[in-house]
């Protein structure tokens, strides 16, 4: 199965700084990258996703880049803002299997 | 707004009782959805799939008569937590794939008491 590591596990920055989360994958026929966004209590939400034939996709201050060589893609927001705070997952997958990492929380500090 | 619907968001059950929890897809059909569960401060757990019109396929480690899944219809599956303990207290999400994107639904915080 899949293997998945997310780091780091938490994050703090302060307003207006930039943020990154990378994760691993042991999976080479992966090829679906999705970020999530799970604030407390909630189900996670889709943020941005990329696809095995692209390496960076880009929307207003989030972004993420894929390596697939080296079987890790990224998570970049800039300019970060107090409600970027929360739970961010990768979960890597194929077809209709997903499979998630262990999370990064977010803190951003007024 | 929300492709993918759940209910009840909350339940408090008493232990011993079933519990059911229900998750539907708006504005299309779902052949497949998926059941997670995810504990304080952990990530999600796939726990099934569940198959329209067939059984569903569970993750090793799920007791599959504990939890009863039902996909009925295209748009519904249902996740019957039966004899519940304060153990399966827990936060239940399903997920549903519309053109290749996962949709989640806002979740299920089951307290057994």
């Known amino acids: 199965g899949e293997n998945v590591e997310q780091h780091p596990s938490t994050l703090s920055v302060q307003e207006g700084d930039s943020a990154v989360i990378k994760c691993t994958y042991s999976?080479?026929?992966?090829?679906?990258f999705p970020w999530y966004k799970q604030e407390l209590g909630k189900g996670p939400q889709l943020i941005i996703d990329?696809?095995?034939?692209?390496g960076e996709k880009k929307d207003q201050r989030i972004a993420v880049t894929l390596n697939k060589t080296a079987k890790h893609f990224s998570l970049h927001i800039t300019e970060t803002q107090p409600e970027d705070s929360a739970v961010y997952f990768c979960?890597?997958?194929?077809?209709?299997?997903?499979?998630f990492g262990g999370g990064t929380r977010l803190m951003v500090k007024p | 707004g929300a492709v993918v619907s759940q209910h009840p968001s909350r339940v408090i059950c008493k232990s011993g009782t079933s519990v059911k929890i229900e998750c539907r897809s708006l504005d299309f059909q779902a052949t497949t959805m998926f059941w997670y569960r995810q504990f304080p401060k952990q990530s999600l757990m796939l726990m099934a799939t569940?198959?329209?019109?067939?059984?569903?396929?569970?993750e090793q480690g799920v007791e599959k008569d504990k939890f009863l899944i039902n996909h009925a219809s295209l748009t519904l599956s249902t996740l019957t937590v039966t004899s519940a303990h304060p153990e399966d207290s827990s936060f239940y999400i399903c997920?549903?794939?519309?053109?290749?994107?996962?949709?989640f639904g806002q979740g299920t915080r089951l307290t057994v008491v």
């Open positions: 997920s549903a794939r519309r053109g290749g994107e996962a949709f």
């Open positions: 990329i696809r095995s034939n692209v």
């Open positions: 979960a890597p997958g194929a077809g209709n299997m997903l499979t």
């Open positions: 999976d080479s026929a992966s090829n679906y």
């Open positions: 569940s198959n329209e019109g067939s059984k569903a396929t569970y």
